[in-house]
């Protein structure tokens, strides 16, 4: 998304300014939360982009959402981290399989807010009834099952849609055979795959 690491940095120290604003944060809780995060140091400006990104993620953990303009509908809809920026992680490759099948089709709204409703209700039925509310907030075992749900889920997806355009398929294919075979028959490179 950014045309620079200048600019995602410069974007990272907007957000967590704003995110400071957002949580209503003494200056001195800030600092701290700096501090605890940026190896000692208390200003936003001296931070790595890796730092302030991880300053951004625990302000998230704390409540803070970064939202868009309302959309046309008037529904709010909140943006994934950016890709150059974002923690390489299991919540990075369920965003990135989510945005997949909402752009080939499977679901209708590929946002984090839709992503996070799908967590909190598969949480929830794992948890007797309390769902992790943020796919950010996604930890450990909780990351790695709702991942594979989620590749379970994206594998039914393309396996019926293959099936309906005539492809041949193997019904025991993993799921990388059939994000593989999907890739080649809609003519994707390996840089768009999930």
């Known amino acids: 998304m950014f045309e620079s690491k ?12 704003i995110a400071k604003s957002n949580l209503q944060m003494a200056d001195e809780s800030y600092r701290a939360l700096l501090a605890h995060h940026g190896k000692g140091k208390t200003s936003s400006i ?25 959309a046309k509908n008037g529904v709010k809809k909140r943006l994934s981290p950016a890709t150059k920026t974002a923690v390489k992680d299991e919540r990075a490759v369920m965003r990135a399989i989510w945005i997949f099948m909402a752009k080939a089709g499977f679901i209708d709204d590929g946002s984090e807010v839709a992503l996070n409703a799908w967590v ?3 949480t929830a039925q794992q ?14 075992a909780d990351a ?10 994206c594998r039914r997806c393309m396996y019926e849609a293959l099936q309906r355009q005539g492809v041949e398929v193997y019904q ?20 768009q795959q999930p």
């Not at 001296?46 to 303009?69: P, Y």
């Not at 790695?144 to 749900?149: T, V």
């Not at 993993?174 to 490179?189: A, E, I, M």
Request: proline residues 1%; glycine residues 8%.
């Open 46 to 70: 001296n931070l790595s982009v890796t730092e302030l990104q991880t300053v951004l993620d625990a302000m998230v953990k704390l409540g803070f959402k970064a939202e868009l303009k309302p």
């Open 120 to 122: 909190k209700r598969m």
């Open 144 to 153: 790695s099952k709702m991942l594979e749900s989620l590749k379970r889920w």
């Open 6 to 17: 200048k600019s995602s940095r410069k974007w990272l120290i907007q957000m967590i300014h």
């Open 172 to 191: 025991q294919a993993s799921y990388q055979v059939l994000l593989d075979k999907w890739h080649r028959v809609h003519g994707q490179t390996q840089e």
């Open 127 to 140: 948890n007797g009834g309390e769902g992790i509310a943020e796919v950010q907030w996604l930890q450990g």
